[in-house]
């Protein structure tokens, strides 16, 4: 039987799992990548832990369905017990976010790097690859460390987010092989907002529900951890949003962020329990009610006292009449989303109406497969976008193994 030759363009997390995978079925791999060394971004994901999957309901946004059957294709399960297999025991957290165990991002590298190594798979770093054409019967693809040919090409460039990590815009690969591309955006980045109202607060950093709100009608809403900055605000659950604002904004929807503070008031359990999103009016009423209450048992002014200190200092000189109000929903205009350099994901990219969920091979282009984040497919914080990529590096890499020999 012939050994398929299997070229991999990109070797962040799904052009390393579709190496690994096919190398394993038999394949010839070559893994060609434009930076120094692969897996540059895997380090730090998860803030140094590499948040690789979640087990619970998918979400995803661009094309949800072409996920979602993606996922059906390779469930997290079988995601996990690849990863088992090359020797890293993970773990989910209570809310269903998968780590290895070891909660080091290095390790998980670190096993694809020694599986790469055990496979004998040729590793071409320093190489961008330019140009992707069809030559009897395979491909060729044109890159800086000169030309490959192979029987089967997979494309996993990524997406524009990050640069430093080695994003860059390899969009046209695909484009002019006729692939549509959706205009990639920033997601999962901090929000920029007007200025004055955050004046004092940079550096704070305390739990709030965030509701965003376009034309005045709620759109998102987000609760966490969020830290103010100079220019905006940041932390996942703003990041979360940033995909919304991005709509409103182009919609010409006037964003407006409202940051409700009563978890840090201690009204967490209250207003994180809620199914639904976070509506200022209601929390305000409680909020009056739990102050009244405060009121009657604590001497001066308690509500001030209960707050971190930048954001007491700020309220000092509201009338406290004003206060319950302020705290439920504090007014942020949003001005735009942070730009590729700080986003965690590309909203937007190619559209998947062209590649097989099973197979992540072209529909008609035989022997191309695109894989990760460089489709039109992004998902929320979570562990969801390296799950994407892990669960079709890990088809691709299979099906371009086997392909012809079926
Ligand atoms: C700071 C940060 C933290 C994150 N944390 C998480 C997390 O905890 N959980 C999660 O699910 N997601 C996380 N993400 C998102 C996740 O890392 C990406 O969605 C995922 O890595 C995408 O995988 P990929 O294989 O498609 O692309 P990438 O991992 O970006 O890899 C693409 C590779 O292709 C190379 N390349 C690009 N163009 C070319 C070319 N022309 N020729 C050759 N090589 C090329 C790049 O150098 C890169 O190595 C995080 C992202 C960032 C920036």
New binding site residues.
């Given amino acids: 039987m012939k050994q398929n030759n299997v070229l991999i363009?990109?070797?962040?997390?799904?052009?390393l799992a579709a190496a690994i995978v096919a190398g394993r079925a038999g394949a010839r791999v070559t893994l060609?990548?434009?930076?120094d060394r692969?897996?540059?971004?895997?380090l730090?994901?998860?803030n140094g832990?590499?948040?690789?999957a979640n087990t619970g309901a998918p979400v995803y946004f661009g094309d949800a369905a072409f996920a979602r059957a993606v996922l059906a294709h390779m469930p997290v399960s079988q995601v996990l017990r690849f990863f088992e297999g090359i020797g890293l025991p993970t773990r989910p957290d209570a809310s269903g976010r998968v780590y290895p165990a070891c909660n080091q991002a290095a390790a998980v590298l670190d096993v694809l790097r020694a599986q790469l190594d055990a496979l004998g798979t040729r590793v071409v770093t320093q190489?961008?690859?330019?140009s992707l054409r069809p030559e009897n019967g395979g491909w060729r693809v044109s890159?800086s460390r000169g030309d490959f040919q192979a029987d089967q090409v997979i494309v996993?460039?990524?997406?524009l987010?990050?640069p430093k990590?080695?994003?860059?815009d390899?969009y046209p690969?695909l484009t002019d092989l006729g692939c549509k591309l959706l205009p990639p955006a920033p997601a999962l980045s901090p929000l920029e907002t007007e200025k004055a109202p955050l004046k004092g607060l940079s550096g704070l950093r305390l739990p709030a529900v965030l509701t965003l709100c376009g034309d005045g009608a709620p759109a998102a809403c987000a609760q966490g951890e969020v830290l103010f900055a100079d220019y905006g605000v940041s932390g996942v659950c703003a990041m979360q949003l940033a995909r919304d604002a991005c709509h409103l904004l182009r919609a010409g929807k006037k964003p407006v962020l409202y940051i409700d503070f009563s978890p840090a008031l201690g009204l967490g359990s209250y207003v994180m329990g809620r199914q639904s999103p976070a509506v200022p009016g209601e929390n305000r009423a409680t909020l009056k009610r739990w102050l009244d209450l405060r009121r009657q048992t604590l001497p001066g002014d308690p509500l001030l006292g209960a707050l971190p200190r930048l954001l007491r200092e700020k309220l000092q000189k509201t009338p406290p009449a004003e206060l319950p109000g302020l705290l439920c929903a504090y007014p942020l205009a949003v001005t735009g989303v942070r730009g590729f350099d700080q986003?965690?994901?590309t909203q937007g990219g190619i559209d998947t109406a062209c590649f097989d969920p099973a197979t992540m091979a072209h529909r008609r282009l035989s022997g191309l497969h695109a894989?990760?984040?460089?489709l039109n497919v992004d998902?929320d914080?979570?562990?969801?976008?390296?799950?994407?990529?892990f669960a079709t590096?890990l088809l691709a890499g299979g099906h371009a193994a086997r392909a012809g020999h079926q």
């Fill in positions: 363009i990109g070797g962040g997390a799904s052009g060609l990548e434009r930076s692969v897996g540059k971004k895997l730090a994901t998860g832990r590499c948040n690789l190489g961008e690859a330019r890159s996993c460039c990524g997406g987010a990050a990590l080695g994003a860059a390899a690969l986003a965690q994901v894989c990760g984040e460089i998902g914080c979570g562990g969801f976008n390296l799950q994407f990529a590096g």
